[in-house]
């Protein structure tokens, strides 16, 4: 096996994770959307601080000469890479890769429903029409339904929102706001995430909140335009 002690060694000032990591520039995991991954390097004195793990989508342990890749490292949570993922092979043809496959949020939408059996919520992932063979063997690999019937905190949030305000609530703010700032930015100060799909990886769950805030037609305001 090659030698991959050199890239992640914080001393290596040549070039190493830290400086892959700063590039790629992922706020949160790229398989999970849950947690933080960002990077930090003082740049004062070109400490090495923190950074995503990243993960070998191909395992290093079969495919040695893939190890330092980039086209096979992905900035993750520790989670996702070490507890979730681990040495599971992936491969092109059934599973989603994040630098191959640009249309991963749109494969999914997240939902939920109340189970009288269980006496609570349980938060699922549904088909869509676009929902591909390969997008359902990657969520099913990644335990993308498990993990996520665990945010029943934020899911609460959400209803309570939802039940409390009207569904214009957004559009409110907005007025309320003085239109000073983008409808965007009302959506973002009172989720706490983000509306662009494209921006999903900027906060955690922003994936997720959409998902539910739209499934209870609280986004029709930003849809239509405010």
């Known amino acids: 096996m090659l030698d991959y002690g050199w890239f992640t060694d914080k001393k290596n000032k040549h070039y190493n994770a830290y400086n892959l990591s ?29 950074r995503p793990t990243l993960d070998h989508w191909y395992p290093k342990s079969e495919f040695p000469l893939l190890a330092v890749s980039f086209q096979n490292l992905i900035p993750s949570c520790h989670s996702c890479n070490s507890s979730i993922k681990g040495t599971v092979q992936l491969n092109l043809t059934d599973h989603i890769h994040p630098y191959v496959d640009s249309t991963q949020n749109e494969d999914f939408q997240f939902g939920y429903f109340y189970s009288t059996v269980l006496n609570k919520y349980r938060i699922f992932v549904k088909d869509t029409p676009q929902k591909s063979s390969k997008s359902r063997d990657t969520l099913k690999a990644m335990f993308i339904d498990e993990i996520y019937n665990t945010h029943h905190a934020e899911l609460s949030e959400i209803l309570t929102i939802e039940k409390n305000y009207s569904k214009s609530y957004i559009k409110k ?27 999903f990886y900027k906060r955690p769950l922003s994936k997720f909140k959409y998902d539910i805030l739209k499934q209870l037609g609280m986004l029709s305001e930003m849809e239509e335009g405010i």
């Open 22 to 50: 700063e590039y790629l520039n992922r706020e949160t995991c790229t398989y999970c959307n849950r947690a933080y991954t960002s990077t930090v390097v003082i740049k004062a004195n070109g400490q090495c601080i923190t």
């Open 173 to 199: 703010m907005h007025l309320l706001l003085g239109q000073k700032i983008s409808k965007e930015e009302v959506y973002r100060l009172l989720f706490g995430v983000y509306y662009e799909n494209k921006e």
